[in-house]
């Protein structure tokens, strides 16, 4: 069973307040990810990381940011959050080399009001 | 343009019966991993495929990789209600990014 925690599974939150999403792995994967799903659409990466102090951009642009400063922690910010940033927010962990399998937390439902 | 594609997008079926979903690709993957997501949860990883003509089975659940590593397969016998949700394929490309296919959203009928 995968062990990686996302926190809070659900948040309602004003227009301009600053917010955190936090993940926690306990596997010991060096490569971790974020993921922004809209209710019944795919999947689509906006940051993920190497390691420790590597982060990158995904696919989609996000006004998001996040960091990595030990391994198992990969928090993800909005700094003013808006309507738009309602969605579900997916973190998952990989090991660096290998078959890349990835392994999810439970998500985060967040909605900006 | 879907470096993944998967079929069919929707598929509604009564239990007992049996199905195939599919994913397909035109580049050559390293591996292919198969997802089950239950609403408001994150995907469930099921199975990796790695090897060519490569055929696992899980239970009532039987993943195919294709000769040319760039399709594969998940068949479903005897579905029950259990099984619903969205099954999504995913992969490494050679020398791209992990990529998730948009996924099949299957409901199983009691």
């Known amino acids: 069973e995968a062990d990686i925690y996302q926190t809070p599974r659900y948040l309602v939150i004003g227009t301009g307040k600053k917010i955190t999403l936090e993940c926690s792995q306990t596997m010991g994967h060096d490569k971790m990810y974020w993921y922004q799903q809209d209710p019944g659409m795919e999947l689509h990466l906006i940051h993920y990381s190497y390691g420790v102090n590597s982060t990158e951009k995904g696919d989609l642009s996000s006004e998001s940011t996040v960091s990595r400063i030990r391994t198992e922690h990969f928090p993800l910010t909005l700094e003013s959050a808006r309507p738009s940033h309602t969605s579900q927010y997916l973190c998952?962990?990989?090991?660096?080399?290998?078959?890349?399998?990835?392994?999810f937390g439970p998500g985060t439902r967040l909605t900006v009001t | 343009t879907q470096l993944l594609e998967q079929s069919p997008q929707f598929l509604s079926i009564q239990e007992g019966e049996n199905l195939t979903v599919y994913c397909n690709s035109s580049s050559v993957f390293s591996s292919l991993q198969w997802y089950r997501q239950e609403p408001g949860e994150g995907p469930v990883l099921l199975v990796t495929?790695?090897?060519?003509?490569e055929v696992k089975k899980l239970k009532r659940l039987t993943f195919q990789f294709g000769d040319a590593r760039k399709d594969s397969s998940l068949h479903i016998t005897a579905a029950q209600p259990g099984d619903t949700g969205l099954y999504l394929c995913a992969g490494s490309p050679y020398g791209q990014n992990f990529v998730f296919g948009p996924g099949t959203r299957l409901s199983v009928l009691p």
């Open positions: 998952a962990s990989s090991e660096l080399q290998g078959s890349y399998e990835q392994y």
């Open positions: 495929v790695v090897t060519g003509g």
